[in-house]
């Protein structure tokens, strides 16, 4: 995809950019805007109106004791925490790895490439009961992380493990393209002065790629808010210690408390929708700044 | 992946960072290291557990009447869904990256909803509106349909679930070559659908391929949402994520993995389709900037 | 395109081919709505049950199930999933049918001899070979080094009726000592290692993952394992006191009218009580009623005082409000010190 996109971004060099010139040039503005908003409000509103009528239902006061509950602010601690924990992993093992995509030919690489997107591509349970398996007690890994006196599975550390598994790929698939792009001059220039590696990455490189790198890791950490499927099996699920949100919804739903589902479930939803948008007026930014230089 | 050739050739004349052979090496025993043992290994894990009583289980399995069924409703629910979103995909990338409008950074977050939102809730949402209690469904009940614990309200979490897939895979890229070519089109008087077909549809073929691809391996594997609104009814609403659940439970743990290679199969197909569709697209380009030298 | 449209559309006719045929040939059709750990007994019990009918009026019946933890069961039927019967293993999770869906009418319990309940069953040990930890009875559980197994009481009405075991326990032994509950109770809690979202979640987690020494649920779920692993991996403890756990069934008023199966899902949960259907459900290690089947069963099932919810804690709807609701006892006990 990068590629292509490179091929397109020589073509806007020859022909200068056009954008605010062509407002509504082209055909098709109606139907699409008719289209995608006809989708947009039935599939992706009106089910957000259940939460809204939900959550209306209850007072301010209600609604701040359901949200509040010692147990619950417990587990978006823990959710917090190992997102956190799963996409700084995330951001340091991503750019690790699209660096060494791009930089680098090696003998399995394009099988590393494509396996990359596996977490987008299996299904969540599946993952959690093959987590699960791994690293219980008496699983491949289990048995060696034991021996060490390492426990994974049915820990803390196991929702970071399922959280890294299950959000991996947006780091290096947004670090990549980027680092696939960079120009070589300055840091060949820079390489060729005698700076060191070290210092020509951090002054150079970095500098470059952080955009992206932050966008990937602030997509791993929304995903990693909501994950249920895959932590759910690996979790052990000990209230105070290894609860996540998600369970507390689910929970909340076994007592037929659907108002209180829905107050924690509309925390989660704008903590991430408040997360998403900043990262496209932030990026929008950027790339406004870029286009200026 | 053409142009990391070039730049790995280009490396031969001039040092770059990270180019020394110990950090090189390094950096990439870390990367295999990890990506084997983190991505690889559940993979493994999977068909040997699959695989561990032997291949006349895994037939017999395989073969079980529920599994089946299993099998086609889960293409079933994804032969409706990915054209759905398909169409929506492209219409929605088309009008947020061929023209400027208020409201256009809403409607991109806005399409992102379902990334943010955890699958069990999404099928709540569904199931609060739809249900004999929703506002929608106590009124479509009077009109004796039901929506939720049958196919219908599997295909309708699954569409909320998958519908960004096409739509983020075509934006950048649509953004990214710009509008010149259509607007030429426009010039030469040529009419909208024509312009979509033979302009924008080649440009954008294999990102479509791609989004497609991802939102078909989604469709199959969704859990959470489908589980809340599918009623479990064994050999009726049951989807093979679902079905594996229910294996697993039944201390089936064999055969749960069974069905969990299925779904691991489709993932490797995904995959596969990737790495082909990029190899392709590789290709068009290689070929367009051949032209260009030309 | 065409060609492409062609193929898409005998795409589509192939799949829904592929998931018509389940749809059924029988003459009458039942949807019975169970609790997770009840597959193999209904599966089971309905061909018992077809032979049955068939033989009393010449109709063959398929029956479909639909198994999950009862209270999402229950949540389903309130929203729309036409179940005909519900055979459950919470009292509550049918209460709410009255309360919340209006489905059913308040005395659902009377309907039917044992309170609607045709087959009970109370909540034991699983320990691993030898009894390393010599576990006997519910005080040696919050040994320091005993580590537990059990479903969330949260979610699941297994982990709900442990906990009710545990509490009639500590009733029976500490008399009206509130404090001394309370402690025993939240000693209880932290023992538990892992506690997972429905009962079966429980037993992988203990046989398939081997964690924890005790794994804590219903007798006849213990029973089945031991027998299912009876390479002697396994010993069943039977504590001497313990909870009475109901497992109530019974038809939905609504749905069996709209679908027309009012005799036939009678029938279905009354044929549960005769001595063929109880000494089946006794073949899965359930208590049942009936007397004859219940001398043949007596080496299986050991006497235990059993403590019904009456005697715990007044009645189901107190034993929410008090202990499971949000902010409950269970909470309390829970919060970190």
Partial sequence: ?293 | MASNRARSTRSLQHRRVGDSPAIKWLLIGIAIAVTTGLLIMPLVVIFTEALSSGWSTFADNLLDQYTLHAIGLTLFVAALTVPLNLVFGVALAWLVTRFRFPGRKLLITLIDIPFAVSPVVAGLLYLLLYGRNGWIGNWLADYDIQLMFSWPGIVMVTVFVTCPFVARELIPLMQQQGSEEEEAGVVLGASGWRIFRTITLPNIKWALIYGVVLTNARAVGEFGAVSVVAGNIRGQTNTLPLHVELLYQDYNVVGAFTSASLLAGIAVFTLAAKGFVEWRQARTVIRLQAQETV | ?337
């Fill in chain 1, 1 to 293: 995809m990068s590629t292509a996109n490179q091929a397109s971004a020589a073509k806007s060099q020859r022909w200068p950019l056009t954008k605010g010139r062509s407002k509504r040039v082209l055909p098709g503005f109606g139907l699409s805007l008719g289209i995608s908003l006809f989708f947009i409000s039935l599939v992706l509103l009106l089910p957000l109106t259940g939460l809204v009528i939900e959550v209306s239902a209850m007072s301010l006061s209600e609604f701040w004791f359901v949200i509040t509950d010692p147990r619950v602010v417990a587990s978006y601690k823990v959710t917090a925490l190992a997102a956190l924990a799963a996409s700084l992993f995330n951001g340091a093992f991503g750019l690790l790895l699209a660096w060494v995509l791009v930089r680098y030919e090696f003998p399995g690489k394009r099988l590393i490439d494509a396996v990359v997107d596996l977490p987008f591509a299996l299904p969540t349970a599946v993952a959690g009961i093959t987590l699960a398996t791994l690293f219980a007690a008496n699983g491949w890994y289990g048995q060696f992380l034991t021996k060490l006196g390492i426990e994974v599975a049915f820990t803390p550390v196991g929702i970071v493990v399922a959280m890294v598994f299950t959000s991996l790929p947006f780091v290096v698939r947004t670090v990549q393209p980027v680092l696939e792009e960079l120009a070589p001059e300055d840091e060949e220039a820079a390489v060729s002065l005698g700076a060191s590696d070290a210092h020509v990455f951090r002054r150079v490189i970095f500098p470059a790629l952080w955009p992206a790198l932050v966008t990937g890791v602030a997509l791993s950490f929304t995903r990693s808010l909501g994950e249920f499927g895959a932590v759910i099996f690996i979790a052990g699920n000990m209230p105070y210690i290894s609860e996540v949100t998600s369970l507390m919804i689910f929970i909340r739903l076994q007592e037929y408390d659907y108002a209180a589902a829905s107050a924690i479930a509309s925390v989660i939803l704008l903590a991430s929708l408040v997360l998403l948008f900043a990262i496209t007026v932030w990026q929008a930014r950027y790339l406004k700044r870029l286009e200026g230089r």
């Fill in chain 3, 1 to 337: 395109m065409q060609r492409k449209l062609k193929g898409l559309v005998t795409g589509l006719a192939l799949s829904a081919s592929l998931f018509a045929p389940a749809a059924v040939s029988a003459d009458r059709e039942l949807l019975n709505s169970s609790y997770d750990v009840a597959r193999e007994l209904f599966a089971a019990y309905n061909v018992h049950f077809n032979e049955y009918w068939k033989e009393k009026t010449g109709d063959s019946v398929e029956v479909s199930q639909s198994h999950a933890g009862s209270s999402k069961q229950a949540q389903s039927i309130i929203q729309g999933l036409k179940a005909d019967v519900v055979t459950f293993n919470q009292v509550t999770d049918i209460d709410i049918l009255h309360t919340r869906g209006n489905l059913i009418p308040e005395n659902w319990a009377e309907r039917l001899p044992n309170n609607s309940s045709p087959y009970y069953s109370t909540m034991a040990f699983l320990v691993r070979k030898g009894n390393p930890k010599n576990i006997q009875n519910w005080d040696d559980l919050i040994k320091e080094d005993v580590a537990l197994v059990m479903p969330n009481p949260k979610t699941s009405g297994n982990g709900r009726y442990t906990y009710l075991a545990a509490l009639g326990y500590a009733q029976d032994s500490f008399g009206g000592d509130q404090q001394k509950i309370d402690a025993f109770l939240r000693d209880f809690l932290g023992q538990v290692k892992v506690f997972d979202s429905g009962g079966r979640g429980a037993t992988t987690t203990f046989i398939e993952r081997e964690i924890g020494d005790v794994l804590l649920t219903f007798e006849s779920e213990v029973l089945n394992l031991v027998d299912r692993y009876d390479n002697g991996e396994y010993e069943v403890v039977t504590p001497k006191v313990s909870f009475l756990a109901e497992f109530p069934v019974t038809w939905i008023d609504e749905y069996v009218k709209q679908n027309g199966t009012e005799d036939l899902a009678k029938a279905y949960l009354e044929h549960l009580y005769s001595e063929d259907a109880q000494r089946l459900l006794a073949g899965f290690h359930y208590r049942v009623h009936n007397d004859t089947v219940k001398k043949e069963t007596s080496d299986r099932f050991p006497d235990v005082k059993l403590m019904s919810i009456d005697a715990i804690a007044g009645n189901w709807e107190n034993a929410t409000e008090e202990h499971f609701a949000s902010g409950g006892k269970l909470d309390q006990l829970q919060r970190r010190k």
